[in-house]
């Protein structure tokens, strides 16, 4: 079982440590490709329009002005980077040595700078959406989409995918469908279902905590996940196609 995770827009500097050193990441393949993003980054980032360019406010300037530099911002693992809902709702630091092990080798970050990353792999905070253009690269789910299905195509092979991106993030790479389960949310309220953005970041979380921490050997198939996710929710599972991933639906009370 592999657990799919977008980045949190938001991230938690490191304080300290050495920088990035791109040949320790994971997925090597994807080295030329996070070099020519990095650098495409640190030009626009030192543009006086910067902050339209990468459309953010100027409330995240700070930011920004870090993208100049992370060839040599301290770097620290991606399960302490990330941060917000989903990230807390996952809670990594109150897992067990033995989970926080799982976690490593199951949580796959598909990332606007990295192109897919694993929890491990030390990274430097950031600024950067996949749904930006950069000059030179293009919109970045373009950009990376054949690359991250190369570079993924026998990592990937036999494992449930569970997919937990949002849909900006899942653009960028459409795992094989007949393996892949896309995780939505909903309140129901007198009958009526309703999405709920907020609740279902932090809901995927609680269900990657839970794939994570629950006894017993982890979901091999959609029928499987569904009788895990089942657990905790009520949850229903949507058959997929060929062409198309199968369904959790999780549904919250109103």
């Not at 020519?36 to 409330?59: F, K």
């Not at 199951?106 to 929890?119: K, Q, Y």
């Not at 309140?187 to 309703?194: D, I």
Request: aromatic letters at 6%; proline letters at 8%; hydrophobic letters at 40%.
């Amino acid at each position: 079982m592999l657990i799919l995770l977008p980045p949190s827009e938001g991230k938690t500097p490191a304080s300290r440590g050495d920088a990035v050193d791109p040949s320790s990441l994971s997925f090597p393949a994807l080295n030329d490709g996070r070099a020519q993003v990095l650098e495409a980054l640190g030009t626009v980032s030192a543009h006086e329009d910067a902050l339209s360019l990468l459309g953010v406010g100027a409330s995240l300037s700070a930011d920004v002005e870090r993208n100049t530099r992370l060839h040599a911002e301290p770097a620290a693992p991606a399960h302490q980077v990330y941060s917000g809902v989903l990230y807390d709702a996952l809670g990594y630091s109150s897992l067990t040595p033995a989970q926080r092990k799982k976690a490593d080798a199951s949580v796959l970050v598909v990332s606007a700078l990295w192109g897919a990353i694993r929890f491990g792999d030390r990274v430097p905070a950031y600024r950067l959406s996949m749904g930006t253009a950069l000059p030179g690269i293009g919109r970045l789910a373009s950009y990376w989409k054949p690359q991250i299905t190369a570079a993924l195509a026998g990592e990937t092979d036999g494992e449930l995918l569970v997919d937990c991106r949002s849909s900006t993030y899942a653009a960028a790479w459409a795992p094989p469908p007949e393996r892949t389960v896309a995780v939505n949310v909903f309140a129901e309220v007198n009958g009526v279902r309703k999405v709920v953005s907020h609740f279902a970041k932090h809901t995927r979380g609680e269900l990657a905590r839970h794939l994570l921490t629950r006894r017993g050997r982890a979901p091999q198939t959609p029928a499987q996940l569904q009788k895990a996710a089942a657990e905790k929710w009520p949850a229903e599972l949507v058959p997929g196609t060929a062409r198309k991933p199968h369904t959790l639906n999780l549904l919250l009370p109103g």
